[in-house]
Protein backbone atom coordinates (compact mmCIF):
# COMPACT_ATOMS: atom_id res chain seq x y z
CA UNK A 1 0.00 0.00 0.00
CA UNK A 2 1.77 3.33 -1.23
CA UNK A 3 -0.87 5.31 -0.52
CA UNK A 4 -1.91 8.58 1.51
CA UNK A 5 -5.20 9.14 2.61
CA UNK A 6 -7.30 12.05 3.23
CA UNK A 7 -10.74 12.69 5.01
CA UNK A 8 -13.30 14.31 4.29
CA UNK A 9 -12.79 15.48 0.50
CA UNK A 10 -14.42 18.56 0.78
CA UNK A 11 -15.52 20.39 3.67
CA UNK A 12 -17.38 23.56 4.50
CA UNK A 13 -17.23 24.74 7.46
CA UNK A 14 -18.81 28.31 9.83
CA UNK A 15 -16.42 30.30 11.79
CA UNK A 16 -17.77 29.32 14.78
CA UNK A 17 -17.53 25.54 13.79
CA UNK A 18 -14.77 22.58 15.31
CA UNK A 19 -14.13 20.25 12.64
CA UNK A 20 -11.28 18.19 12.31
CA UNK A 21 -9.21 16.76 8.93
CA UNK A 22 -7.98 13.27 8.92
CA UNK A 23 -4.47 11.57 7.09
CA UNK A 24 -3.82 7.63 7.12
CA UNK A 25 -0.89 6.01 6.07
CA UNK A 26 0.03 2.07 6.05
CA UNK A 27 3.68 2.41 4.17
CA UNK A 28 5.32 2.52 7.71
CA UNK A 29 6.52 5.84 7.23
CA UNK A 30 7.54 7.91 10.31
CA UNK A 31 7.63 11.43 9.83
CA UNK A 32 4.23 13.02 8.60
CA UNK A 33 3.43 16.40 7.46
CA UNK A 34 0.38 19.15 6.91
CA UNK A 35 0.51 21.82 4.08
CA UNK A 36 -1.72 24.69 2.65
CA UNK A 37 -2.01 25.43 -0.31
CA UNK A 38 -3.75 28.68 -1.93
CA UNK A 39 -5.62 28.73 -4.99
CA UNK A 40 -2.94 29.27 -8.07
CA UNK A 41 0.02 28.88 -4.81
CA UNK A 42 2.91 26.42 -3.98
CA UNK A 43 2.14 24.27 -1.07
CA UNK A 44 3.35 25.93 1.93
CA UNK A 45 4.26 23.64 5.13
CA UNK A 46 2.24 23.78 8.16
CA UNK A 47 3.84 21.09 10.59
CA UNK A 48 6.31 18.11 10.67
CA UNK A 49 5.52 15.54 12.68
CA UNK A 50 8.15 12.62 13.26
CA UNK A 51 8.17 9.28 15.43
CA UNK A 52 4.41 10.96 16.28
CA UNK A 53 6.25 13.99 18.15
CA UNK A 54 6.07 17.56 17.00
CA UNK A 55 9.25 18.69 15.13
CA UNK A 56 8.53 21.70 13.07
CA UNK A 57 5.37 24.14 13.54
CA UNK A 58 6.13 26.82 10.70
CA UNK A 59 4.49 29.75 13.13
CA UNK A 60 0.91 28.44 12.19
CA UNK A 61 -2.13 30.28 14.08
CA UNK A 62 -3.37 28.28 17.32
CA UNK A 63 -6.79 27.50 15.27
CA UNK A 64 -4.87 25.13 13.70
CA UNK A 65 -3.70 22.31 15.97
CA UNK A 66 -2.48 19.37 14.88
CA UNK A 67 -2.60 15.85 16.84
CA UNK A 68 -0.46 12.04 15.79
CA UNK A 69 -2.23 9.66 17.47
CA UNK A 70 -0.24 7.00 16.00
CA UNK A 71 2.60 6.27 13.41
CA UNK A 72 -0.38 5.41 10.66
CA UNK A 73 -2.98 8.62 11.54
CA UNK A 74 -2.59 12.70 11.49
CA UNK A 75 -5.53 14.83 12.44
CA UNK A 76 -5.75 18.73 12.09
CA UNK A 77 -8.36 20.17 14.41
CA UNK A 78 -9.86 23.16 13.25
CA UNK A 79 -11.99 25.97 15.50
CA UNK A 80 -13.03 29.29 14.99
CA UNK A 81 -11.37 29.69 11.20
CA UNK A 82 -11.77 33.06 9.32
CA UNK A 83 -12.41 32.71 5.37
CA UNK A 84 -8.62 33.13 4.62
CA UNK A 85 -8.35 30.09 6.44
CA UNK A 86 -10.18 28.84 3.14
CA UNK A 87 -7.55 26.48 0.88
CA UNK A 88 -6.69 22.74 0.09
CA UNK A 89 -5.10 21.03 3.06
CA UNK A 90 -2.38 18.37 2.26
CA UNK A 91 -1.26 15.58 4.17
CA UNK A 92 2.28 13.39 2.90
CA UNK A 93 4.67 10.80 4.61
CA UNK A 94 8.13 9.48 4.15
CA UNK A 95 9.87 7.23 5.88
CA UNK A 96 12.03 9.12 8.85
CA UNK A 97 15.79 7.79 8.09
CA UNK A 98 17.92 8.16 11.09
CA UNK A 99 20.69 6.66 9.73
CA UNK A 100 22.79 6.86 7.07
CA UNK A 101 21.82 8.53 3.67
CA UNK A 102 19.06 7.95 1.93
CA UNK A 103 16.47 10.19 -0.28
CA UNK A 104 13.11 11.31 1.82
CA UNK A 105 10.45 10.95 -0.68
CA UNK A 106 7.76 12.41 0.40
CA UNK A 107 4.09 11.12 -0.49
CA UNK A 108 1.11 13.43 -0.71
CA UNK A 109 -2.75 12.70 -0.38
CA UNK A 110 -5.35 14.23 -2.93
CA UNK A 111 -6.14 17.01 0.33
CA UNK A 112 -9.09 18.05 1.62
CA UNK A 113 -10.66 21.13 0.04
CA UNK A 114 -11.80 23.32 3.02
CA UNK A 115 -14.02 26.44 2.44
CA UNK A 116 -14.89 28.80 5.48
CA UNK A 117 -18.10 30.50 5.30
CA UNK B 1 17.27 25.02 1.75
CA UNK B 2 18.57 26.72 -1.64
CA UNK B 3 16.05 29.13 -3.74
CA UNK B 4 14.80 27.78 -7.27
CA UNK B 5 14.18 29.81 -10.12
CA UNK B 6 11.84 28.34 -12.78
CA UNK B 7 10.02 29.48 -15.74
CA UNK B 8 6.25 30.09 -15.10
CA UNK B 9 5.19 28.13 -17.93
CA UNK B 10 5.95 26.25 -21.05
CA UNK B 11 4.55 23.98 -23.81
CA UNK B 12 5.32 20.73 -25.33
CA UNK B 13 3.48 18.68 -28.40
CA UNK B 14 2.39 15.49 -27.54
CA UNK B 15 5.01 12.72 -28.38
CA UNK B 16 7.94 15.04 -28.04
CA UNK B 17 10.37 15.51 -24.90
CA UNK B 18 9.89 18.02 -22.46
CA UNK B 19 12.78 19.99 -20.93
CA UNK B 20 11.96 21.80 -17.79
CA UNK B 21 14.81 23.98 -16.67
CA UNK B 22 16.00 24.67 -13.09
CA UNK B 23 18.38 27.06 -11.76
CA UNK B 24 19.75 26.53 -8.45
CA UNK B 25 23.15 28.73 -8.12
CA UNK B 26 23.27 28.61 -4.44
CA UNK B 27 23.04 24.93 -3.82
CA UNK B 28 25.18 23.56 -0.93
CA UNK B 29 27.27 20.47 -1.50
CA UNK B 30 24.75 18.18 0.67
CA UNK B 31 21.43 19.47 -0.95
CA UNK B 32 19.95 17.39 -3.22
CA UNK B 33 17.99 18.04 -6.22
CA UNK B 34 14.13 16.97 -6.47
CA UNK B 35 11.70 17.32 -8.57
CA UNK B 36 7.89 17.10 -8.14
CA UNK B 37 4.88 17.45 -10.15
CA UNK B 38 1.25 18.75 -9.34
CA UNK B 39 -1.64 17.62 -11.79
CA UNK B 40 -4.60 20.15 -11.19
CA UNK B 41 -6.63 19.16 -7.55
CA UNK B 42 -4.52 16.24 -7.00
CA UNK B 43 -1.70 16.39 -4.11
CA UNK B 44 2.04 16.68 -5.34
CA UNK B 45 4.09 13.42 -6.74
CA UNK B 46 7.52 12.63 -6.58
CA UNK B 47 9.06 12.44 -9.96
CA UNK B 48 13.29 12.21 -9.83
CA UNK B 49 16.19 13.27 -7.28
CA UNK B 50 19.99 13.51 -7.64
CA UNK B 51 23.17 14.17 -6.03
CA UNK B 52 25.26 15.21 -8.65
CA UNK B 53 24.96 12.64 -11.02
CA UNK B 54 22.16 12.59 -14.44
CA UNK B 55 19.62 9.94 -12.90
CA UNK B 56 16.86 8.31 -14.97
CA UNK B 57 13.67 6.34 -13.90
CA UNK B 58 10.01 5.42 -15.65
CA UNK B 59 8.51 8.54 -15.49
CA UNK B 60 11.77 11.30 -16.16
CA UNK B 61 15.32 11.85 -16.38
CA UNK B 62 17.54 14.41 -14.41
CA UNK B 63 20.57 16.20 -15.89
CA UNK B 64 22.83 18.44 -13.44
CA UNK B 65 25.37 20.30 -14.57
CA UNK B 66 29.04 19.27 -13.13
CA UNK B 67 28.73 23.07 -11.31
CA UNK B 68 25.48 21.44 -9.96
CA UNK B 69 23.57 25.39 -10.61
CA UNK B 70 21.15 23.84 -12.41
CA UNK B 71 19.66 20.92 -13.59
CA UNK B 72 17.24 19.68 -16.27
CA UNK B 73 14.15 17.98 -15.91
CA UNK B 74 13.33 15.69 -19.12
CA UNK B 75 9.82 14.02 -19.94
CA UNK B 76 10.95 11.65 -22.94
CA UNK B 77 7.76 11.41 -25.14
CA UNK B 78 5.09 13.88 -23.29
CA UNK B 79 1.73 12.48 -23.49
CA UNK B 80 -1.27 15.02 -22.19
CA UNK B 81 -1.92 13.51 -18.91
CA UNK B 82 1.85 15.57 -18.60
CA UNK B 83 -0.10 18.48 -18.36
CA UNK B 84 0.59 19.52 -14.57
CA UNK B 85 2.70 22.20 -12.65
CA UNK B 86 6.62 21.26 -12.10
CA UNK B 87 8.33 21.99 -8.87
CA UNK B 88 12.16 21.71 -8.65
CA UNK B 89 12.89 21.84 -5.08
CA UNK B 90 16.82 21.21 -3.44
CA UNK B 91 17.07 20.10 0.30
CA UNK B 92 18.99 18.48 2.71
CA UNK B 93 18.11 14.54 2.59
CA UNK B 94 17.17 14.37 6.01
CA UNK B 95 14.74 12.92 8.27
CA UNK B 96 11.22 14.85 8.46
CA UNK B 97 12.87 17.63 6.88
CA UNK B 98 11.02 20.78 5.16
CA UNK B 99 9.84 20.51 1.51
CA UNK B 100 10.02 24.03 0.06
CA UNK B 101 8.29 24.63 -3.02
CA UNK B 102 9.05 27.38 -5.56
CA UNK B 103 6.07 28.81 -8.26
CA UNK B 104 7.11 25.60 -10.39
CA UNK B 105 6.53 25.90 -13.75
CA UNK B 106 3.22 25.36 -15.53
CA UNK B 107 3.67 22.66 -18.25
CA UNK B 108 1.04 22.03 -21.07
CA UNK B 109 1.02 19.52 -23.65
CA UNK B 110 -0.51 20.35 -26.75
CA UNK B 111 -2.27 17.76 -29.29
Known amino acids: DTEVTQTPKHLVMGMTNKKSLKCEQHMGHRAMYWYKQKAKKPPELMFV???????INESVPSRFSPECPNSSLLNLHLHALQPEDSALYLCASSQDMTQGLGYNEQFFGPGTRLTVL | DAKTTQPPSMDCAEGRAANLPCNHSTISGNEYVYWYRQIHSQGPQYIIHGLKNNETNEMASLIITEDRKSSTLILPHATLRDTAVYYCIVRVDSSASKIIFGSGTRLSIRP
Open chain 1, 49 to 55: YSYEKLS
